[in-house]
């Protein structure tokens, strides 16, 4: 039932946009069968009218559909961008903090896109990822590799 929910907007509009077509080749049809102009300006204007109101809606809401859609893929990619940018951040902060001698190497953990892994562990072997620290990757939501459990303590032998 969720799910239907975020198309509602573009096939309600679809169907608003049919159905004032229709209402509008309605009234062509009815002023059609009268003979006299006097008759058919009545036809024209409620039948035209309606349905002309019926499609402009039906537009605004496709296309309020479509602004919706567009902001909310645009806002998870920002949120991509943004954690991206995060990791990214702490890991240049762990290298600089190692650089100078206050990092220690046992601290040091491979960033993946949702786990963290020790730099040993053989499902990040050959892959370009951030470094950073167990404490960084917790604050960065990832949680650890059920494998190589670099949360544990190091002196836990494998």
Not at 138 to 157: Q, T, V, Y
Request: some cysteine; glycine content about 14%; aromatic content about 4%.
């Amino acid at each position: 039932m969720q799910r239907s929910w975020p198309k509602l907007g573009g096939q309600l509009g679809m169907a608003c946009i049919g159905i004032g077509f229709i209402v509008i080749g309605l009234a062509w049809n009815g002023a059609a069968g009268v003979d006299f102009v006097q008759g058919q300006v009545p036809y024209l204007l409620s039948g035209g009218a309606f349905g002309l109101a019926l499609v402009i809606a039906g537009a605004a809401l496709v296309v309020v559909q479509n602004s919706r859609r567009d902001r909310s893929m645009l806002e998870g990619q920002l949120r991509e961008l943004n954690t991206a940018v995060a990791r990214l951040a702490n890991a240049v902060g762990s290298i600089a903090a190692a650089g100078n001698g206050r990092g220690a190497a046992t601290d040091e953990v491979v960033m993946g896109r949702t786990s963290f892994h020790r730099p040993e562990c053989h499902l990040v072997a050959g892959k370009d990822l951030p470094l950073g620290t167990v404490e960084s990757a917790m604050e960065d939501g990832l949680s650890p590799c059920r494998i190589c459990e670099p949360a544990a303590a190091p002196a836990r032998s494998r």
